[in-house]
C-alpha cells in the first residue's frame, strides 16, 4: 500500500509511532528469531538486554580517508582537541564531557567539530558509524578487487573500499572496482557528491 502513495506511506508512518506498532512489529519479529535466550535463574531475559542496546545512542565516530594526502593532519589535528579517543586506524569517538545531547544522539564537543566539518569539507574524511566500518573490515578486499556495493548511499562505505582496493587513485599499482549503486535518485546524487568530495575516480 506504501508504494503506492507517499501520503498513505506517511500515513502508516504516523499511525505506527502514534500506537507503537513499529515497535511492537520490530520487537516479535526479531522474538521470533530466537536470537536470545532465557536464563532459568534469571526474570529478566537476554533479549531486554538487545533491546535496551538497541535503543542506547550512538557515539558520533569519525574516519579520516587513509589514503587522502591530508589524512596524517587531520589524525593530528583530532588527536590534538584531546576530546576524541582513536577506535581503530583512522577512526575516531568523540567524548562527550557535558553529557550534552543533540537530536538524540551525544553532542560532538565545538572544538572537535570544527576539525570534523572542515575535514569532511576537505574530502579527508567523513562522519561514520563504526557498525559502518565493520563490514568493509570484515570483508578485507585486497588492492585490485572488484567489489559491489549495494544501498551505498551517502558513500562512507564506498570511500572505505576504494581506499581499499584503489589505495593509490589507480596513479600505478593495482587499480581496483567498486560498483557503487543506490535505487534512489536522490541518494545516488549525494553518494556522487562524496566521491567527488573525496576526489576518487
Known sequence: VGRRSGTTSKASGIIHRKFGE?????EGYYRAQGICRRHDDDDDDDFERFLEALRTPLPATF??????????TVNEAIEATQLAVRVMENAWEAMNPSGEMKRGR????????????RSAKSGTGARQEIVSMLPVLALD??????????????????????????PTNGEGGTAGVVHANDAHPGRARTLLDAIDRHGRS
Open 106 to 117: 551525544p553532542a560532538v564537543p565545538r572544538k572537535l567539530l570544527d576539525v570534523f566539518e
Open 141 to 166: 578486499p585486497k588492492p585490485g578487487a572488484r567489489v559491489l556495493d549495494v544501498c551505498a548511499a551517502p558513500g562512507q562505505k564506498t570511500m572505505q573500499l576504494l581506499e581499499r582496493v584503489r
Open 22 to 26: 513499529g515497535e511492537a512489529l520490530f
Open 63 to 72: 574516519r579520516t580517508h587513509a589514503t587522502h594526502p591530508g589524512a596524517k
